[in-house]
T-cell receptor, first 114, second 114 residues
């Protein structure tokens, strides 16, 4: 079984400041890791994913995340946020074999203030 | 390529009724998954269909069912609706490369049970 913990339910930040959204996971098998973003009244959009290889993953809209196996973390970062980044962000995990469903964290609401 | 489409976008039902939601995957995708999103429970996996066969199922009661047609379109049905079934129901489609493939989400169907 897998689980995902997003430590912050809300993160307020000023425009052009850097931000880090934290994600920790638990799994007894090898995993793939994902970050999705959800804008109001919309579905989920993939920001980036880690499958294997380089632990630093770059995604869309200037986001990046680093996979840390020893700390079982996959934190999302952006060096300079914009008002348009205001949204809900979800970290998710799936097993690399077998069960193919995504297990999601509870989400982090990023609020970018001018 | 057109994205994942879901119909209807909004539904209002009363307790005890049943409802059917529809999902059309991205062209060429044979895997369709359904997720329920609520403020209290977050995003939870319902089931996945691949080539008309259910190949994975989450921990939901039997009132929740689904099917997939030969053109990969999928429907989910909820019978004997309860107030707690009010949620955003998200459908996601994926290609055939298994867990490495990205799940692409539709905009969701917002179900309100009165």
């Amino acid at each position: 079984a897998q689980s995902v913990t997003q430590l912050d339910s809300q993160v307020p930040v000023f425009e052009e400041a850097p931000v880090e959204l934290r994600c920790n996971y638990s799994s007894s098998v090898s995993v793939y890791l994902f970050w999705y973003v959800q804008y109001p009244n919309q579905g989920l959009q993939l920001l980036l994913k880690y499958l294997s290889g380089s632990t630093l993953v770059k995604g869309i809209n200037g986001f990046e995340a680093e996979f840390n196996k020893s700390q079982t973390s996959f934190h999302l970062r952006k060096p300079s946020v914009h008002i348009s980044d205001t949204a809900e962000y979800f970290c998710a995990v799936s097993g690399s074999t077998g069960r193919r469903a995504l297990t999601f964290g509870s989400g982090t609401r990023l609020q970018v203030q001018p | 390529k057109a994205g994942v489409t879901q119909t209807p976008r909004y539904l209002i039902k009363t307790r005890g009724q049943q409802v059917t939601l529809s999902c059309s995957p991205i062209s060429g995708h044979r895997s369709v998954s359904w997720y329920q999103q609520t403020p209290g429970q977050g995003l939870q996996f319902l089931f996945e269909y691949f080539s008309e066969t259910q190949r994975n199922k989450g921990n939901f009661p039997g009132r929740f069912s689904g099917r997939q047609f030969s053109n990969s379109r999928s429907e989910m049905n909820v019978s004997t609706l309860e107030l707690g079934d009010s949620a955003l129901y998200l459908c996601a489609s994926r290609g055939d490369r298994g867990n490495t493939d990205t799940q692409y989400f539709g905009p969701g169907t917002r179900l309100t049970v009165l």
